[in-house]
T-cell receptor, first 114, second 114 residues
Framework: AQSVTQPDIHITVSEGASLELRCNYSYGATPYLFWYVQSPGQGLQLLLKYFSGDTLVQGIKGFEAEFKRSQSSFNLRKPSVHWSDAAEYFCAVGAAGGSYIPTFGRGTSLIVHP | GAGVSQSPRYKVAKRGQDVALRCDPISGHVSLFWYQQALGQGPEFLTYFQNEAQLDKSGLPSDRFFAERPEGSVSTLKIQRTQQEDSAVYLC????????????FGSGTQLSVL
């Protein structure tokens, strides 16, 4: 069974600073990887996904993530954070091929200081 | 519709009461998921439908939980004899084809069992 670890419960950054949120996954074969964002009172919104190909994936709102198979990681990055990026971020992993059920990490809460 | 709609937005139940939570997926979406999100945690999988077929219900925590999607569109999650540990946000998500795609989430139903 697949699993996801997001080691940081909270991350605090200043507006304009760079951001990296960590995600490690466990899965025996080729994973499908996702980052979702959840603002207060809102549903989860997909930021980006990795299925195959280029290991550096570009997403919405200026986010990117890099798949590193050797490290079983899929860290989310943004070069310059905006106050509106404050939210909960969830990494998820699924199985490649056929139907699968996305498994989510516990999330990282991003706090942005002005 | 424009997005995934869930109702009610909030539900307060007395312990032992039965509740029914509704999900209206995006029109034409084949796959439908239910997740449970406890406070401060990531979404935990409950069950998955492809059209009207419930393909996976391995995440349902007990036989008090029941989900249906009789016509392959609207889905209902029913919890019988609610317990305090059932208090959580229940999220519904849908996707166009099989589950190897972007999930569109509703805003959830926050269930509080007193």
């Amino acid at each position: 069974a697949q699993s996801v670890t997001q080691p940081d419960i909270h991350i605090t950054v200043s507006e304009g600073a760079s951001l990296e949120l960590r995600c490690n996954y466990s899965y025996g074969a080729t994973p499908y990887l996702f980052w979702y964002v959840q603002s207060p009172g809102q549903g989860l919104q997909l930021l980006l996904k990795y299925f195959s190909g280029d290991t550096l994936v570009q997403g919405i709102k200026g986010f990117e993530a890099e798949f590193k198979r050797s490290q079983s990681s899929f860290n989310l990055r943004k070069p310059s954070v905006h106050w509106s990026d404050a939210a909960e971020y969830f990494c998820a992993v699924g199985a490649a091929g056929g139907s699968y059920i996305p498994t989510f990490g516990r999330g990282t809460s991003l706090i942005v200081h002005p | 519709g424009a997005g995934v709609s869930q109702s009610p937005r909030y539900k307060v139940a007395k312990r032992g009461q039965d509740v029914a939570l509704r999900c209206d997926p995006i029109s034409g979406h084949v796959s439908l998921f239910w997740y449970q999100q406890a406070l401060g945690q990531g979404p935990e999988f409950l069950t998955y439908f492809q059209n009207e077929a419930q393909l996976d219900k391995s995440g349902l925590p007990s036989d008090r939980f029941f989900a249906e999607r009789p016509e392959g569109s609207v889905s209902t999650l029913k919890i019988q004899r609610t317990q305090q540990e059932d208090s959580a946000v229940y999220l519904c998500a849908s996707s166009r084809r099989d589950s190897n795609e972007k999930l569109f989430f509703g805003s959830g139903t926050q269930l509080s069992v007193l």
